[in-house]
């Protein structure tokens, strides 16, 4: 497994490590505050092949006092196109 480790201007000094695993084909994204606490952490699927774009959109903030339902449904929803 190979390890790169890189910081984001903007993010407040979070250490960010990406570590592929090649015989999983799998890539992990993990950052760490300066106290070393784990405050993101994410896994992708890497192939060989070609893929179509995947539109990214922010995850909605929704106020906790909200319908339940509707939360969820939020998530369901796919993105609206501009």
């Known amino acids: 497994?190979?390890?790169?480790q890189f910081t984001v201007p903007?993010?407040?000094?979070?250490t960010f490590?990406?570590?592929?695993?090649p015989e999983?084909?799998?890539?992990?994204?993990?950052?760490?505050?300066?106290?070393?606490?784990l405050?993101?952490?994410?896994g992708f699927s890497i192939t060989p092949?070609?893929?179509?774009p995947?539109?990214?959109t922010p995850e909605p903030v929704v106020d906790t006092d909200d319908d339940p339902l509707a939360v969820a449904q939020q998530h369901l929803?796919?993105?609206e196109e501009p």
């Open 10 to 14: 903007g993010l407040g000094g979070i």
């Open 77 to 79: 929803d796919p993105p």
């Open 49 to 52: 092949d070609p893929i179509d």
């Open 39 to 42: 405050v993101s952490a994410s």
């Open 17 to 21: 490590t990406a570590s592929y695993d």
């Open 24 to 37: 999983l084909a799998w890539l992990t994204l993990e950052g760490h505050d300066g106290d070393n606490g």
């Open 54 to 56: 995947i539109t990214i």
């Open 1 to 4: 497994m190979t390890a790169t």
